[in-house]
């Protein structure tokens, strides 16, 4: 089930390409996650690490164009 805060959150990332690059920039899969959350929280978002691991786990979502 997709979680409507990552939905959105999702959309914001879409929308912004200097996060995109910021975010296809880490390759590190924890610092990624690190940086979603912190991300997230700077827009108002209460996304957690579990939220970004699970959403990632279910493959298929897109995080960039």
Same mark, same amino acid.
């Given at each position: 089930? @997709?979680?409507?805060?990552? =939905?959105?959150?999702?959309?914001? %990332? ?7 690059? /910021? !975010?296809?920039? @880490?390759?590190?899969?924890? =610092?990624?996650?690190?940086?979603? %959350? ?7 978002? /209460? !996304? ?6 699970? =959403? ?10």
């Amino acid at each position: 089930m @997709l979680n409507t805060s990552f =939905e959105k959150f999702r959309d914001l %990332v879409l929308a912004d390409e200097a996060m995109q690059k /910021e !975010l296809r920039g @880490l390759s590190d899969r924890k =610092e990624f996650i690190a940086r979603v %959350v912190e991300l997230s929280r700077e827009h108002g978002f /209460e !996304l957690s690490s579990d939220d970004i691991e699970t =959403e990632m786990r279910l493959g298929g979502r897109v995080w960039t164009k």
